[in-house]
């Protein structure tokens, strides 16, 4: 019987992405979508607000606002832009292809504990900037 | 470098995170080749365990990404209602969030499709996270 292994579920993702390119439409277009999703969870969550307390700040439905934290839906970009003004929101961050890395202090993706000895990587060293004469 | 390769690390280099069960890799393996969704679902999946990761047992209360599976209490699901009706059941430990099988959610009922199957498949594999979480 094959053994069992436990493997970081980031890493599986890794593996997918090694086999799809980084600017893969879909890739792309429904991370964009993931984010506007979770930008607008987020800032419900921040501000203690339900679907129909932010519905009423963006002058839309409840259910277009599900609809928008569904991450599936086709949502125009002048709406995406319209909604992030409301909520005075940076739109920078939506299209970029990096972003999963970004609330990682050790930039690995989810907070993973940085393993060279795990993945090979060369050991980086971590401190000031300074000028080498 | 050959001969590390088969070297599991220990838990302590991913916890507190989110990992996989080796036949759950197969599983979702198969039913995205069979999707042809494979982008979609990376880019889905990555925001999924991002989103998981930071809020827990309360991220089934904040996004319909995730539900309570039924049949069996403490037990979760990832959903991927536009990527062929994927679920991902998971359970949540202080050492880490364990993805424990992925199937396509076709039927109600008994079937092999079924919530009530997968749960049966989830908590046999939940016995192997003891001796995971020891050796990897």
């Known amino acids: 019987m094959a053994e069992t292994v436990w493997r970081s579920a980031y890493d599986f993702h890794d593996e997918l992405m090694s086999e799809i390119d980084a600017n893969n439409s879909d890739y792309v277009y429904y991370s964009a979508l993931g984010r506007i999703s979770t930008d607008l969870v987020e800032y419900r969550i921040q501000h203690g607000l339900s679907q129909i307390d932010l519905a009423d700040v963006l002058g839309v439905s409840q259910a277009m606002v599900s609809k928008y934290e569904s991450g599936d839906y086709n949502i125009s970009l002048k709406s995406v832009v319209q909604l992030y003004s409301k909520l005075n929101l940076s739109l920078g961050h939506i299209f970029g292809t990096a972003e999963e890395k970004a609330d990682d202090p050790i930039g690995d993706p989810g907070g993973r504990v940085f393993s060279p000895l795990r993945t090979g990587e060369p050991v980086p060293v971590y401190g000031p900037a300074c000028d080498i004469a | ?136």
Request: proline letters at 3%; aromatic letters at 12%.
């Open chain 2, 1 to 136: 470098m050959k001969q590390f390769e088969n070297i599991v690390y220990p838990m302590a280099f991913h916890s507190p995170g989110i990992v996989i069960h080796s036949d759950c890799q197969a599983e979702l393996r198969s039913l995205i080749e069979r999707s042809g969704k494979k982008g979609q679902f990376a880019a889905a999946f990555v925001q999924r365990l991002n989103f998981l990761l930071k809020h827990r047992e309360n991220a089934i209360s904040h996004l319909e990404w995730f539900e309570k599976m039924k049949y069996v209490d403490d037990l979760f699901a990832m959903r991927f209602v536009r990527i062929d009706n994927i679920r991902i059941p998971y359970v949540i430990t202080a050492n880490g969030i364990y993805l424990l099988h992925a199937f396509k959610e076709t039927s109600s009922g008994n079937g092999p499709n079924s919530y009530r199957h997968a749960a049966q498949v989830a908590l046999k594999r939940i016995k192997d996270i003891d001796g995971g979480a020891n050796n990897g």
